[in-house]
């Protein structure tokens, strides 16, 4: 029996609340809170799902505010404090993708107000310490206890509805967290079995989201899959997979679920290489080899495959060689152009990794 690698563990805090119908249970919560009223944030897309929850919350819900926008936009958390200070509220309710929560936590980050998420997508937000925000097109990461949601409330039934496109993409970006959480520098036993067990539960609910997407036990198991995969993002430190997808959306302006997708096989099987034991948990549950069971896994479920199907010109592709290898980070295997340029044409033909 070998030795375990030493290792420290800090348990984000945090309270989860999961179940069919559990959004139900969102005044209790905010009660919980000792909040007496909270103001509703939601997308354009989900404005009526938010107007539906404040009416349901009557005097609990300070109003709506339904501009949230992907990569947390600084002009748009700017119109939301405004009505957040008109509307008299004293925390957040953010329902919805990363999106919405990062306006949650935008607003929280400047004024300290408490959060609580309904979450409907996979990306795994609202379990990590981290808000992204672009300003002037330039996008920048914080970090801090801050910004972590203090109440997460999963209703498997509110993502009945997320398109099956959606939903494929954003289980992939989900499994992506937990990848690279099994390699991490930082890893301890506890991420390493979150991250085995969440990519188990998005593989065995994707297949069926798409044959049956209001299947209610494959929905509740997907979110579970996403809240570990998620605690995991939040938990370690993320290597080139999500510094690859870093400037493939930031630089190129490409969407952000989509794009994990595609490049999850293909960062998966460059680090295989380095990280064989570390990923061999993974690997089994994709037939041993995770890049190329990952690719007919995504294959399979229909999931977009190449980079150049999101409007990716191929000339972009030393560009983007060139400002993910410029400055140095952490990764099982060393970072280097020629490697990475090659990784990112295979992603962008959409081929089988080696
Ligand atoms: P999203 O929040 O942008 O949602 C995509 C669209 O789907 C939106 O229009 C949304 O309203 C809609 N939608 C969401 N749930 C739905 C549902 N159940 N039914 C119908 N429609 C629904 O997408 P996302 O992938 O969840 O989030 C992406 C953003 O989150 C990016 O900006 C990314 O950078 C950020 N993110 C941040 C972290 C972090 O830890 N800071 C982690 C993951 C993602």
């Known amino acids: 029996m070998s030795d375990l690698t030493p290792f420290q563990f800090s348990i984000n805090p945090g309270r989860v609340v999961f179940g069919p119908g559990s959004s139900g249970q969102t005044a209790d919560e905010i009660r919980g809170l000792g909040l007496a009223r909270v103001l509703v944030l939601a997308t354009p897309f989900q404005k009526r799902q938010a107007e539906d929850l404040s009416a349901a919350l009557g005097p609990l819900s300070a109003g709506v505010f339904a501009e949230a926008a992907m990569h947390t936009p600084v002009d748009v958390t700017d119109r939301a404090m405004a009505a957040y200070e008109a509307s008299g509220a004293e925390g957040v309710l953010a329902l919805g993708g990363g999106s919405t ?92 079995l979150q991250a085995v067990e969440g990519i188990r539960a998005l593989r065995d609910a994707l297949p069926v989201i798409v044959q049956e997407p209001e299947d209610r036990g494959a929905r509740g198991e997907a979110l579970y899959g996403a809240w570990l995969c998620g605690t995991v993002l939040g938990t370690v430190g993320m290597s080139l997979h999500h510094k690859l997808c870093h400037v493939l959306g930031g630089s190129f302006d490409l969407p952000h679920a989509e794009t994990h997708a595609i490049m999850l096989p293909h960062t998966a099987a460059f680090n295989e290489v380095a990280a064989k034991e570390a990923l061999a948990p993974a690997a089994a549950l994709f037939g041993g080899s995770l890049g190329g069971g990952l690719h007919d896994f995504a294959g399979s479920i229909g999931a977009p495959q190449a980079l150049k199907d999101l409007g990716l010109e191929e000339a972009s592709l030393e560009r983007a060689t060139e400002i993910a290898t410029k400055n140095p980070y952490w990764n099982p295997r060393p970072v280097e152009a020629e490697g990475i340029r090659a990784l990112l044409q295979r992603a962008w033909e959409g081929s089988r990794p080696e």
């Open 101 to 192: 929560i990062g306006l949650g936590k935008a607003i929280a980050h400047r004024n300290g107000a408490p959060q609580i998420v309904v979450a409907t997508t996979y990306a795994g937000s609202e379990v990590t310490p981290i808000l992204g925000q672009t300003e002037n097109g330039i996008k920048t990461t914080v970090r801090g206890p801050g910004i972590l949601p203090e109440v997460v409330i999963y209703d498997p039934d509110l993502t009945l509805g997320l398109p099956v496109a959606m939903s494929v993409a954003s289980g992939l970006n989900a499994m992506a967290h937990a990848v690279e959480g099994l390699y991490a520098q930082d890893r301890n036993p506890v991420s390493s």
